[in-house]
């Protein structure tokens, strides 16, 4: 469904992906780890084709970003951090907009049911200032879906959700996997991450650590202890070896 | 404790600085700060010390009782300021703080002194930029010469209203907390000014000659009586306050300056004491300004001009939008959605009561002139203004998507589709607006008395409605390709070029539309040019072939626009793919 090859990013000089090479299939949810600037956010907006990559291909369903951006962009999804919609238009106003630019039929019949699976059907007829930030995010979760894609990237789906709403979206993101989907999560809550993703790819400084399965990576990272959850395998994977300490003098303190 | 706030002010303003002289690392800011310091030297720059007479229309033309009259006057608008600042708010005295220093400073050991303080030292940065600009105003339009003087002038004016609006507000608040309600303290104020107003019209009706109704008529007259109400009687005395803190601005020379700088640093050391001495809680209230100034900053960083202050209401669709159908429609029926909050009821009576004054003002110069021959003068103006400034004025294109453009990215466009839905909704606009008052002027001409046939008006007509749409278009693309080539320029809030480097983007970027737009409707002008000389050459009664060949040649040149406007787009979208706004620094 979705396949990078040798992804490359660079701002100048400044290189914020090197050379990403992964593939990920249907029903796969991978998480998209990496310390602050390691890159994420720049390799999910590379792959949604809202900035061209310098090098490598990226392949959507089986279409080129690059030479057949309206079909591979048809097939996905992009939820960034930060929910963007138009100050100008009301909840349904907003489906009606993006039914049209995905050539939705019918789209009412799919819409109701969406912002009822996301409760927000009473608020069909309020601007985004008339909503909180989770119904915002919700809003953009209803935009998103309304043409069923097959590819969908989240960038830190969890900001600003409460409880309940973290719990729907965990439920929501795991049933369009298993409805065929892949999603790819980028966030920094890794107990969020072990409970959906079947993968987890680990960047730093714009480059791969490691891409695999759970069981996978923790092989790798930890070999002492077989059990460490992805945040010990995280941080073994990110952070340079930590300094020996200081050696105690064995005389006790009097 | 207050060391600290003036390093927070220090080095927010250093800091500051030095990110913005950064910028100028890159050529298109550089360019900004080149033509704009060059324009400001040559505009105002070189007024500064220049004055001394020589360039100094008000100074040569001065009479022994224009400094008089200056300072009364001066004396005047200040008391008019100060009055409104008893008499408009009806809010909580708040400092003006940003939501970071309540957040730090509010909670931190700091007394409510030393906050005050903080506070009048940082408005000190705002007061002393406006000194300049003053300043450079003044030298230029009005009293030349003495720069330091008008410099010091001003700083002091400025220095005591802001002390005084601190005060006054914490004097309200005080009368608020007491339960004085808003409409008995205005009042209160407005009747202490209208005894005043009570003691100057009892001492004009004894002292000066009546205004008769033949004197109403003569402005001279007029003028006169107003500058000896200003000059003589109680008046000057009742202003005296007043004229003691314009006076070091006025003074003509150091010495004068020094004789004057007395009483204001009085009156500065008193509004000082005053303010230090309100016992008055302003956090509250200042919590809410933070609020509300963020609000503000984060509208206008992304991308609302409005700076997020009016309120946005739900607008009917302008048309039913299907879903299946050409995608760029979506974008036009978006945009159209947008455009429809500026035309608020409000902004339809502004126009109406625009138009009547100018219809009687113009009906009235010209007694000859009947109403049909105005109301279409008025549209052909309009038309025209409307055709150079109306795609300055209807923004619901890239320049209000720009900071939309990642979601816009996501969508399964062509960045040539997407240019043109970006492009119509301001373009379909224009050319209704423009169609309508096309119409308005064509029935107000019709048979009106003057030289113009009826059959060449409606040639005329039929010919301006046919090119209207794609001059709209390449109009349009300009601006919009300004955005997209040098976002950084566009942007908005803290991120914005600011001061001389945004004036000269600003003129670059108004001589470059200017330029683009000839360039661009040379050869559509050559064709149309061309069919009439061809006209001329084939009929013998070429002004009565006009008739059909000013509308064949307006769609002639309507196919090269739409030639250029087609290439334009393309161009546009082309530009649209490339755009990666994170690219760009921020300062």
């Given at each position: 469904m979705i396949q990078v090859e040798a992804l490359t990013k660079l701002y100048g000089e400044f290189v914020a992906v090197n050379a990403l090479s992964f593939s990920i299939q249907a029903g796969e949810v991978l998480g998209l780890v990496g310390p602050n600037g390691a890159g994420k956010t720049t390799t999910l907006r590379c792959l949604a084709g809202i900035i061209p990559p310098t090098r490598g291909r990226i392949h959507v369903v089986g279409h080129d970003l690059a030479l057949s951006p309206i079909a591979a962009k048809q097939q996905l999804a992009f939820f960034p951090d930060e929910p963007r919609l138009f100050d100008y238009l009301t909840v349904w106003q907003h489906l009606n907009f993006v039914a049209r630019i995905y050539q939705v039929a019918n789209w009412e019949h799919l819409a109701t049911p969406l912002l009822e699976e996301l409760e927000i059907a009473d608020k069909r007829d309020q601007l985004p200032g008339e909503l909180s930030r989770g119904m915002k995010q919700k809003l953009a979760i209803a935009c998103g879906l309304l043409h069923s894609p097959r590819v969908i990237y989240f960038d830190?789906?969890?900001?600003?959700?409460?409880p309940l709403g973290i719990r729907r979206m965990k439920d929501s993101i795991l049933k369009r996997a298993r409805a065929g989907a892949a999603i790819i999560i980028s966030s920094h809550l890794l107990h969020l991450l072990e409970e959906v993703c079947s993968h987890f790819l680990i960047l730093k400084g714009g480059q791969k650590v490691i891409h695999g399965t759970l069981g996978e990576i923790r092989l790798q990272f930890s070999e002492q202890s077989g059990a460490a959850n992805l945040e010990e395998v995280f941080f073994r994977a990110?952070?340079?070896?930590?300094?020996?300490?200081p050696i105690v003098s064995e005389t006790p303190h009097t | 404790m207050i060391s600290a706030l003036c390093y927070l002010q220090y080095h927010s303003v250093r800091n500051r600085l030095l990110a913005r002289f950064r910028r100028l690392k890159q050529p298109k800011y550089l360019a900004g700060a080149v033509v704009g310091g060059v324009y400001f030297y040559f505009y105002f720059f070189r007024w500064m010390f220049a004055g001394r007479g020589r360039h100094s229309l008000a100074a040569g033309a001065a009479t022994p009782l224009d400094p008089q009259l200056y300072e009364l006057l001066g004396a005047f608008l200040l008391f008019v300021v100060v009055l409104l600042a008893w008499v408009l708010p009806h809010q909580r005295a708040a400092l003006a703080f940003t939501e970071a220093e309540v957040a730090f400073l509010f909670p931190a050991p700091i007394t409510r002194r030393g906050l005050i303080q903080f506070k009048l030292l940082r408005s000190q940065a705002g007061i002393f930029l406006t000194t300049v600009l003053l300043a450079f105003l003044t030298n230029r339009f009005g009293i030349g010469g003495k720069m330091v003087i008008h410099l010091a002038g001003w700083w002091l004016m400025l220095s005591l209203l802001n002390l005084h609006f601190l005060g006054s507000s914490f004097a309200l608040t005080a009368l608020m907390d007491r339960g004085l309600a808003h409409w008995k303290r205005r009042l209160g104020v407005l009747a202490v000014v209208l005894a005043g107003v009570g003691v100057v019209v009892a001492w004009a009706v004894r002292a000066l000659p009546p205004l008769t109704a033949d004197r109403l008529v003569d402005l001279d007259a007029i003028l006169d009586y107003a500058r000896q109400v200003l000059v003589s009687g109680p008046l000057p005395y009742l202003l005296y306050p007043f004229r003691l803190v314009v006076r070091p601005y006025l003074a003509a020379n150091p010495l004068d300056f020094l004789v004057a700088l007395g009483p204001v640093l009085l009156l500065l050391v008193a509004h000082y004491w005053w303010v230090m001495r309100a016992d008055v809680a302003f956090e509250e209230g200042s919590v809410e300004a933070a609020r509300k100034l963020a609000e503000k900053v984060a509208a206008l960083r992304s991308g609302k001009w409005s700076g997020g202050g009016r309120k946005i209401k739900s607008k009917r669709a302008p048309f039913a939008l299907a879903s299946?159908?050409?995608?760029p429609v979506a974008l036009l029926w978006k945009n159209l959605l947008g455009a429809?909050?500026?035309?608020?009821l409000r902004l339809w009576i502004t126009l109406a009561a625009i138009g009547v004054g100018v219809s009687f003002g113009l009906h009235g110069a010209s007694a000859e002139s009947s109403w049909r021959l105005v109301a279409g003068s008025i549209a052909g103006m309009m038309g025209i203004m409307l055709l150079m400034m109306g795609p300055q004025i209807i923004r619901q294109d890239f320049r209000q998507d720009l900071p939309q453009s990642d979601l816009l990215k996501v969508y399964p466009l062509r960045g040539w589709q997407v240019a043109l839905g970006e492009i119509l909704a301001p373009a379909v606009i224009l050319t209704g607006v423009q169609w309508l008052l096309l119409l308005v002027a064509a029935g107000g001409f019709w048979r009106a008395g003057i030289d113009l046939s009826s059959a060449l008006l409606l040639a005329m007509t039929v010919g301006a409605a046919i090119l209207l749409p794609m001059f709209n278009v390449i109009s349009l693309l300009i601006p919009n390709a300004a955005v997209l080539l040098f976002p950084g320029w566009f942007q908005t809030g803290k991120d914005a070029p600011q001061g001389i480097e945004a004036t000269g983007q600003r003129l670059i970027f108004a001589l470059g539309q200017l330029l683009a737009l000839v360039v661009a409707l040379v050869p559509a002008g050559g064709v149309f040019v061309g069919i009439l000389l061809l006209f001329k050459f084939w009929f013998a009664n070429y002004a009565g072939s006009l008739v059909l060949a000013v509308p064949i040649a307006a769609a002639a040149a309507t196919v090269v626009l739409t030639a250029e406007a087609g290439l334009g787009i393309m161009l546009l979208g082309w530009l649209f793919e490339r755009l990666d706004i994170s690219a760009e620094p921020a300062a």
């Amino acid at each position: 469904m979705i396949q990078v090859e040798a992804l490359t990013k660079l701002y100048g000089e400044f290189v914020a992906v090197n050379a990403l090479s992964f593939s990920i299939q249907a029903g796969e949810v991978l998480g998209l780890v990496g310390p602050n600037g390691a890159g994420k956010t720049t390799t999910l907006r590379c792959l949604a084709g809202i900035i061209p990559p310098t090098r490598g291909r990226i392949h959507v369903v089986g279409h080129d970003l690059a030479l057949s951006p309206i079909a591979a962009k048809q097939q996905l999804a992009f939820f960034p951090d930060e929910p963007r919609l138009f100050d100008y238009l009301t909840v349904w106003q907003h489906l009606n907009f993006v039914a049209r630019i995905y050539q939705v039929a019918n789209w009412e019949h799919l819409a109701t049911p969406l912002l009822e699976e996301l409760e927000i059907a009473d608020k069909r007829d309020q601007l985004p200032g008339e909503l909180s930030r989770g119904m915002k995010q919700k809003l953009a979760i209803a935009c998103g879906l309304l043409h069923s894609p097959r590819v969908i990237y989240f960038d830190e789906p969890l900001t600003g959700l409460d409880p309940l709403g973290i719990r729907r979206m965990k439920d929501s993101i795991l049933k369009r996997a298993r409805a065929g989907a892949a999603i790819i999560i980028s966030s920094h809550l890794l107990h969020l991450l072990e409970e959906v993703c079947s993968h987890f790819l680990i960047l730093k400084g714009g480059q791969k650590v490691i891409h695999g399965t759970l069981g996978e990576i923790r092989l790798q990272f930890s070999e002492q202890s077989g059990a460490a959850n992805l945040e010990e395998v995280f941080f073994r994977a990110t952070i340079e070896p930590p300094i020996p300490p200081p050696i105690v003098s064995e005389t006790p303190h009097t | 404790m207050i060391s600290a706030l003036c390093y927070l002010q220090y080095h927010s303003v250093r800091n500051r600085l030095l990110a913005r002289f950064r910028r100028l690392k890159q050529p298109k800011y550089l360019a900004g700060a080149v033509v704009g310091g060059v324009y400001f030297y040559f505009y105002f720059f070189r007024w500064m010390f220049a004055g001394r007479g020589r360039h100094s229309l008000a100074a040569g033309a001065a009479t022994p009782l224009d400094p008089q009259l200056y300072e009364l006057l001066g004396a005047f608008l200040l008391f008019v300021v100060v009055l409104l600042a008893w008499v408009l708010p009806h809010q909580r005295a708040a400092l003006a703080f940003t939501e970071a220093e309540v957040a730090f400073l509010f909670p931190a050991p700091i007394t409510r002194r030393g906050l005050i303080q903080f506070k009048l030292l940082r408005s000190q940065a705002g007061i002393f930029l406006t000194t300049v600009l003053l300043a450079f105003l003044t030298n230029r339009f009005g009293i030349g010469g003495k720069m330091v003087i008008h410099l010091a002038g001003w700083w002091l004016m400025l220095s005591l209203l802001n002390l005084h609006f601190l005060g006054s507000s914490f004097a309200l608040t005080a009368l608020m907390d007491r339960g004085l309600a808003h409409w008995k303290r205005r009042l209160g104020v407005l009747a202490v000014v209208l005894a005043g107003v009570g003691v100057v019209v009892a001492w004009a009706v004894r002292a000066l000659p009546p205004l008769t109704a033949d004197r109403l008529v003569d402005l001279d007259a007029i003028l006169d009586y107003a500058r000896q109400v200003l000059v003589s009687g109680p008046l000057p005395y009742l202003l005296y306050p007043f004229r003691l803190v314009v006076r070091p601005y006025l003074a003509a020379n150091p010495l004068d300056f020094l004789v004057a700088l007395g009483p204001v640093l009085l009156l500065l050391v008193a509004h000082y004491w005053w303010v230090m001495r309100a016992d008055v809680a302003f956090e509250e209230g200042s919590v809410e300004a933070a609020r509300k100034l963020a609000e503000k900053v984060a509208a206008l960083r992304s991308g609302k001009w409005s700076g997020g202050g009016r309120k946005i209401k739900s607008k009917r669709a302008p048309f039913a939008l299907a879903s299946i159908g050409p995608r760029p429609v979506a974008l036009l029926w978006k945009n159209l959605l947008g455009a429809g909050q500026a035309f608020t009821l409000r902004l339809w009576i502004t126009l109406a009561a625009i138009g009547v004054g100018v219809s009687f003002g113009l009906h009235g110069a010209s007694a000859e002139s009947s109403w049909r021959l105005v109301a279409g003068s008025i549209a052909g103006m309009m038309g025209i203004m409307l055709l150079m400034m109306g795609p300055q004025i209807i923004r619901q294109d890239f320049r209000q998507d720009l900071p939309q453009s990642d979601l816009l990215k996501v969508y399964p466009l062509r960045g040539w589709q997407v240019a043109l839905g970006e492009i119509l909704a301001p373009a379909v606009i224009l050319t209704g607006v423009q169609w309508l008052l096309l119409l308005v002027a064509a029935g107000g001409f019709w048979r009106a008395g003057i030289d113009l046939s009826s059959a060449l008006l409606l040639a005329m007509t039929v010919g301006a409605a046919i090119l209207l749409p794609m001059f709209n278009v390449i109009s349009l693309l300009i601006p919009n390709a300004a955005v997209l080539l040098f976002p950084g320029w566009f942007q908005t809030g803290k991120d914005a070029p600011q001061g001389i480097e945004a004036t000269g983007q600003r003129l670059i970027f108004a001589l470059g539309q200017l330029l683009a737009l000839v360039v661009a409707l040379v050869p559509a002008g050559g064709v149309f040019v061309g069919i009439l000389l061809l006209f001329k050459f084939w009929f013998a009664n070429y002004a009565g072939s006009l008739v059909l060949a000013v509308p064949i040649a307006a769609a002639a040149a309507t196919v090269v626009l739409t030639a250029e406007a087609g290439l334009g787009i393309m161009l546009l979208g082309w530009l649209f793919e490339r755009l990666d706004i994170s690219a760009e620094p921020a300062a």
